[in-house]
């Protein structure tokens, strides 16, 4: 069982910037985001492929590429979200699996709790 827990949500101003952190109790392939905004379904966000040598994959939704930018260190993720807009509201959910997120999976096998990231306008 892994446990994830995740950091650095909170309120910010169209256009500024927010970096979540997510650290994982033990080691997993793939780790990434997704969210969840009021009255939708979760989608994906981000996610990076890491075997634990020099070569890694990162992962982007359409709709966050270019401003978003996941990255990792160890059992440690984070994702440096810049240029927020407010349909970037939602509940950030940190996850993890043994597998390729987003090609193998899309329903990881590990979640945390989620952080909140709202965006004002």
């Known amino acids: 069982q892994v446990q994830l827990v995740e950091s650095g949500g909170g309120l910010v101003q169209a256009g500024g910037s927010l970096r979540l952190s997510c650290a994982a109790s033990?080691?997993?392939?793939?780790m990434g985001w997704f969210r969840q905004a009021p009255g939708k379904e979760r989608e994906f966000v981000s996610a990076i492929n890491w075997s634990g040598g020099a070569t890694y994959y990162a992962y982007y939704a359409d709709s966050v590429k270019g401003r978003f930018t996941i990255s990792r260190d160890k059992n440690t993720v984070y994702l440096q979200m810049n240029s927020l807009k407010p349909e970037d509201t939602a509940l950030y959910y940190c996850?993890?699996?043994?597998?390729?997120?987003?090609?193998?999976?899309?329903?990881?096998?590990?979640w945390g709790q989620g952080t909140q990231v709202t965006v004002s306008s």
């Open positions: 033990g080691r997993t392939y793939a």
């Open positions: 996850a993890a699996d043994g597998r390729s997120i987003p090609e193998a999976t899309r329903t990881p096998a590990y």
